[in-house]
Nanobody, 119 residues
Framework: QVQLVESGGGLVQAGGSLRLSCVTS????????MAWYRQAPGKEREFVAA???????NYATSVKDRFTISADNAQNTVYLQMNSLKPDDTAVYYC?????????????WGQGTQVTVSS
């Protein structure tokens, strides 16, 4: 069974930084894409950043130049370094991993981690 475990959320003042981690464990054959999404209270879940197995990344315009996504493929871990945080970044952050096991293709979501930015 494949599982995702997120960590790294918390409370930070505006202008501060946080680093989120998401570890994928289980019988994994390959990982195609790892991404972060977020959902603020009363809003729909939105895309934040993604990185492919080949290392290509893309970002939402609202976080570009402030957030950095990276991956440790050997550890099946994706990170989101968040700098210059703003109150508008307050949300539950979810990782999403698209992967293959030996017999199926899966798109999995993490449990979410709360990020709160105070003004």
């Amino acid at each position: 069974q494949v599982q995702l475990v997120e960590s790294g959320g918390g409370l930070v003042q505006a202008g501060g930084s946080l680093r989120l981690s998401c570890v994928t464990s289980g019988s994994i054959f390959s990982i195609n894409r790892m991404a972060w999404y977020r959902q603020a209270p009363g809003k729909e879940r939105e895309f934040v950043a993604a990185i492919t197995g080949g290392g290509s990344s893309n970002y939402a315009t609202s976080v570009k130049d402030r957030f950095t996504i990276s991956a440790d493929n050997a550890q099946n871990t994706v990170y989101l370094q968040m700098n210059s945080l703003k109150p508008d970044d307050t949300a539950v952050y979810y990782c999403k991993v698209d992967l293959r096991t030996l017999d199926r293709y899966l798109e999995l979501w993490g449990q979410g981690t709360q990020v709160t930015v105070s003004s």
